[in-house]
């Protein structure tokens, strides 16, 4: 049984900071891409972040420069670094690693951005 673990969201001001973190625990052989996407109310889920096992990175093009996705391998859990947050960014945050035998998603954390 593999648990995802969310935490990190909560209600913040236009240009404020958050950092939302994933643990990942259970019977993990191997994870390889570990990321988070969000979902806005009447919105369909969308990617903001991904890193590989490697450390190479994707962004949307709505969060780079102020997003920033990191990972620790050791402790199986990926970070997600919000700065500048916008209202626009207010959604439910879900963490999800993809492993060689499937994909596990988080329960989901909400981000609130006030303007």
């Known amino acids: 049984q593999v648990q995802l673990v969310e935490s990190g969201g909560g209600l913040v001001q236009a240009g404020g900071s958050l950092r939302l973190s994933c643990a990942a625990s259970?019977?993990?052989?191997?994870?390889?891409?570990m990321g988070w996407y969000r979902q806005a109310p009447g919105k369909q889920r969308e990617l903001v972040a991904v890193?590989?096992?490697?450390?190479?990175?994707n962004y949307a093009d709505s969060v780079k420069d102020r997003f920033t996705i990191s990972r620790d391998n050791a402790k199986n859990t990926v970070y997600l670094q919000m700065n500048s947050l916008k209202p626009e960014d207010t959604a439910a945050y879900y963490c999800?690693?993809?492993?060689?035998?499937?994909?596990?998603w988080g329960q989901g954390t909400q981000v609130t951005v006030s303007s």
């Open positions: 999800k690693i993809v492993t060689v035998r499937r994909d596990y």
């Open positions: 259970g019977s993990i052989f191997r994870i390889d891409l």
């Open positions: 890193i590989s096992s490697g450390g190479s990175t």
